[in-house]
């Protein structure tokens, strides 16, 4: 990265988000700060952290937001030494899953740059994320109702995809069988 991430006014508990008053702040690497509220949440970027996304990239929420449904994913493809191996090879699945699905360019944008030459260090960090993994089931989208959250899963190794309620929201990013075994569906 040959540019200085500028000092930026990073969000802030109760600053107002695409998705309401932030409740949670947490800066996650030089310009990238993950923001959460009563309902939904996302990252948000600097302006010189947005200018080094390798791709033109239209936020669902406008500006330097990122929503926590699929637009992050945008943002740990682009910068994949800054997250778990996990997380990346979870963002690749949904770009390209996305791109498959959506009639928004934007997702067509990402996974061009993803499967070009640009995208070959992400790649790899996916393919060393999904390692050991295999039987492992991958949190998704998930919203929230009167029942608590309903949680869509994805085992990493075949795909196979479940729906499960949640009394809270889910503390871990994967799970194992006997986890979700003990949840019940959605």
């Known amino acids: 990265m040959k ?14 988000t695409p998705w309401g008053h932030a409740e949670t702040c947490e800066l996650l690497a030089d310009g990238i700060a993950s923001v959460t509220t009563a309902g939904h949440g996302g990252f948000h970027l600097s302006s010189v952290r947005a200018s080094l996304m390798p791709f033109d990239f239209r936020t669902f929420a406008g ?36 791109a498959n699905h959506s009639p ?15 995208g070959a260090e992400t790649r790899g960090y996916a393919d060393n994320g999904q390692d050991g993994h295999a039987d ?9 109702s009167s029942k608590g959250w309903t949680v869509h899963f994805t085992r990493v190794g075949d795909g196979a995809r479940e729906v499960r309620l949640m009394a809270d929201y889910p503390a871990q990013a994967m799970y194992s069988d006997a986890e979700l075994a003990s949840m019940p569906r959605g």
């Open 3 to 16: 540019k200085t991430l500028e000092a930026w006014s990073k969000p802030r508990r109760g600053m107002d």
């Open 136 to 144: 492992l089931w991958r949190q998704g989208s998930m919203f929230r």
């Open 104 to 118: 928004e360019q934007r997702w067509a944008a990402v996974r061009a740059w993803l499967e070009s030459a640009g």
């Open 63 to 98: 500006g330097d937001w990122y929503e926590e449904d699929e637009d992050v994913c945008a943002v740990i493809v682009a910068f994949p030494d800054l997250f778990s191996g996990q997380q990346v090879a979870s963002a690749v699945k949904q770009v390209r899953a996305t």
